[in-house]
């Protein structure tokens, strides 16, 4: 498995509030990934991504070490949210006077050809294969809501005057709750997670070309290089893994 993860305060951002990880076990092997992005003009987001980053890197990695079952990691990995967001509305009650502080996460467990997700917010997980990204999260946004519905087109909400308008995040509300899939992976499969500043300005088509053209080290750069040169006004992360022969096995 070849991995490679870079963040990025963007062209306009005093701070970066994204937080990021990269869970490995005792033998140095990725066995999950974990991407938050703390809300902007919410105080304190940068805290609110890294506690929910720290949680649930802590929470994979039980789910790897204790060899659990897809059933059994599904709840873990849920009350591991859970215990995020609690520690998250407890820093904004003690620390910023009941003012909230919130984030997004998208996190991954490997578990040999399985891959299981929990999500909320619009921070993305892709599963880019044979050349095409497949976006495996479903953004919790208003917008997504109204092309769901019918309301408008996708490619209206591109251009959305509301389309970072959140739905679903961290450290507003105990009843949040997450979205918790599985997807089965390849060998040659690359795998991304990300958050809305690489989204905002870079296609999924344009992913899908430079995750496959070039290493993992070099596409990263080459993705936050791209959000900034076309504005960088968000802080942009990203985490790209290939997976090759063994690794699902």
């Known amino acids: 498995m070849r991995y490679a993860a870079l963040s990025d305060t963007g062209r306009v951002r005093g701070q970066n509030e994204d937080a990021w990880n990269i869970v490995q076990n005792q033998d140095g092997h990725p066995v999950g990934f974990v991407v938050a992005d703390g809300m902007g003009g919410h105080e304190a987001g940068e805290v609110a991504s890294r506690i929910v980053v720290e949680v649930m890197s802590e929470t994979v990695m039980s789910c790897s070490s204790l060899h659990m079952n897809l059933d059994d990691a599904e709840v873990f990995l849920r009350d591991g949210l859970d215990e995020a967001n609690r520690r998250i509305i407890q820093y904004s009650r003690d620390f910023l006077k009941g003012i909230p502080s919130g984030t997004t996460l998208t996190a991954a467990w490997l578990d040999g050809p399985m891959m299981l997700l929990i999500h909320i917010?619009?921070?993305?997980?892709?599963?880019?294969?044979?050349?095409?990204?497949?976006?495996?999260?479903?953004?919790?946004?208003?917008?997504?809501?109204?092309?769901?519905?019918?309301?408008?087109?996708?490619?209206?909400?591109?251009?959305?005057?509301?389309?970072?308008?959140?739905?679903?995040?961290?450290?507003?509300?105990?009843?949040?709750?997450?979205?918790?899939?599985?997807?089965?992976?390849?060998?040659?499969?690359?795998?991304?997670?990300?958050?809305?500043?690489?989204?905002?300005?870079?296609?999924?088509?344009?992913?899908?070309?430079?995750?496959?053209?070039?290493?993992?080290?070099?596409?990263?750069?080459?993705?936050?290089?791209?959000a900034n040169e076309r504005g960088g006004r968000d802080n942009v992360t990203v985490i790209l893994t290939a997976m090759e022969p063994g690794d699902t096995l």
């Open 121 to 226: 917010g619009d921070s993305r997980a892709y599963l880019i294969r044979d050349g095409v990204a497949r976006q495996l999260s479903r953004d919790h946004t208003y917008v997504a809501e109204l092309v769901a519905s019918g309301i408008i087109l996708p490619e209206a909400a591109k251009n959305h005057p509301e389309r970072n308008k959140i739905t679903r995040a961290l450290g507003f509300d105990m009843g949040m709750k997450p979205e918790v899939f599985w997807e089965r992976i390849h060998d040659g499969d690359l795998l991304l997670f990300c958050t809305d500043g690489l989204t905002e300005y870079v296609s999924e088509m344009e992913m899908a070309d430079i995750s496959t053209a070039f290493t993992p080290e070099t596409a990263v750069e080459k993705l936050v290089s791209l």
